[in-house]
């Protein structure tokens, strides 16, 4: 037995608002959920809310965080509440979480690995946005897991202001923490992930780098030769390093993965210095391209991710799908935002609940012979079949 839903508000929130979604869900599933995710716009009474869905939904196993965008059943959202949930006797759930991400981010993500069951399957994984080192929290948490467990899930947002985001475990309302679910059982699980943005110009090598700043390309400062690459336009970085993110080559991934870019956007500049600082690591001596895409790109590899996703998944039915997306993918598609959504929906069908926001940044694997990576302006699908 499998039922899977999602309902939302564009209400203030509140205590009731909570109660509210929490007993739609309810209604929907036709009992209480083994698990749900709270996906919102940060706004006033955000405690209130996760308070109301808690007292309401009759499960401790509640996860989630604030966005830049969400996603359900009923297509994208802006400044709205979204809960799903799922009832199975098939599949066991267990959550976990950690604070204080910024003193340790590689023994946060083993102490987060360490807190869910001992035979988890399948993570999917929530971090702040703003404070955490996605790729330092998933070296620690596979270092206790094993590379093979697959890893879905986004970084957390705060409506684009880069300001504060906040992760939900339960009834905690937390920042600069981590927040997990384990899935265990017999389920079947499918993945993809593309961008879209393709090389351009010349391969450069990562000469000096530390963590997510670069200093130097080719031997030169990294920021010069941003600026000469986006010339008239190096003026609006790092808002326009969103169009143009830094794609670090395949080959550097392992596996077979020769034509695939990891994608890293720019998060700061260092003008005194000349450094780039970027939304997940870049590891010196790595070869890099200038990237760029367009609408339709993008589009493009959204219906391929959903597709890889679905291939992956093999002769079994889909049950739910969970979307994680990049914020600079918005920015980029604009008014066409929807159709982002629009083109999962083509591969899984309309009677499959979809849930998922756009984020800071998204984890996946990149197939199944590669463990989970930190994504930037990817769109990346993970599917539960049963």
Known sequence: MFRATTVTSDENYSLDLGRKLGEALKGELGQSPGACWLFCTPKAGLKDLLEGVADAVGTRNIVGCTTDGEMSADGYHKGSAVLGGIVSDQIDFSVAYVENLSRNFELAGRHLADRLASKVQYVQLFTDGISGNGCAILRGILSVLGETVPIAGGTAGDSGKFHRTWQFAGRNLLTDAAVAIGF???FYLGTGVRSGWSPIGLAKKVTRASGNV???????????????FLGKHAAKLPAVGVEYPLGLVGRCLGGDHEDYYLLR????????????????EIPQGAVVHFTCGDSNSILAATAEAARLANVELGDVSPAMVFFYSCMARKIVLGQRTQEELDRVREVFGTEVPILGFYTYGEYSRIGCDHPSLLHNESATISVVGI
Not at 217 to 225: D, F, M, R
Not at 265 to 280: E, H, K, L, P
């Open 184 to 186: 265990s059982g017999n």
């Open 214 to 228: 670069l200093y130097e390309l080719n031997g030169e400062p990294a920021l010069q030769v941003y600026e000469r």
């Open 265 to 280: 956007a720019t998060m700061s500049v260092d003008r005194q210095n000349g450094s780039i600082q970027f939304a997940g």
